[in-house]
């Protein structure tokens, strides 16, 4: 009975050594009742840092997607439209006598005229004809054009009656373009150029074709027109 006892007692203090040695202190990694760690604090902190990262990553990416689309869904939309508006007037394109104004000397006989230029090492076009007016029944004279501005290419149009009196506007078509080319037709050939006092007609058919950049990728969108005044349809 003395044996187990001290050996009972002996286990006792052991145990009570071990307790006393690994009790939690004000330095310990263990949850205590008043907080959090240290370390869970820095644990925490690290991965809401990895986190907001992702996510402002993630949305200045998109945002960035979004603008690009946008610059380039615009470029994409004002060529289009350009084209369509060319494709629309060299179908009513006239080439006769209008009738000069007494006035001013305007008038007469129009033209079908296409220029070929180079503008900062890029294949540009001018393009003067008379057609009518998509707005309205009177003949004007229009003027396509290249301009280099800011060491940039941009797609004007010029137009005025072909006979009354009137002022001369110029607008934008195309902004920031790489290249404008008009081609027409000619013994089974594309040429890049054309003149009704030398031809005595207009060209049976006509490719247009606007060129821009897309994020350093040259993009060429290209429409055909056949004008159809006075030709056999």
Do not use: C
């Not at 945002?63 to 060529?79: G, P």
């Not at 009738?99 to 890029?122: C, H, N, Q, V, Y």
């Amino acid at each position: 009975m003395k044996a187990e006892y001290k050996k009972k007692q002996q286990k006792n203090k052991i145990l009570n050594f071990s307790s006393s040695v690994f009790q939690p202190s004000a330095f310990s990694l263990q949850p205590s009742a008043s907080g959090f760690t240290l370390i869970e604090v820095l644990v925490s902190i690290t991965l809401l840092t990895v986190v907001l990262g992702a996510v402002y990553g993630s949305f200045f990416s998109v945002q960035r997607a979004l603008e690009r689309f946008d610059n380039v869904s615009l470029k994409y939309h004002d060529a289009r439209t350009a084209l369509d508006l060319m494709r629309r007037e060299i179908e009513s394109a006239l080439l006769k006598d209008t009738g000069a104004d007494t006035e001013t000397g305007k008038g007469g006989k129009t033209d079908f005229i296409i220029k070929d230029r180079d503008l900062l090492g890029k294949s540009t076009s001018i393009l003067n004809f008379t057609a009518f007016s998509l707005k309205s029944s009177t003949a004007n004279t229009i003027l396509y054009y290249v301009e280099e501005k800011d060491e940039k290419l941009d797609l004007l149009k010029k137009e005025a009656p072909s006979v009354i009196k009137a002022k001369e506007y110029t607008m934008e078509i195309v902004e920031g373009i790489e290249g404008f080319t008009v081609e027409s037709l000619f013994n089974g050939k594309w040429v890049k150029t054309w003149d009704t006092s030398n031809t005595g007609k207009i060209p049976d058919m006509l490719k247009i074709s606007i060129e821009f950049d897309d994020n350093g990728k040259k993009v060429k969108l290209t429409e055909f027109a056949r004008p159809k005044i006075g030709k056999n349809l």
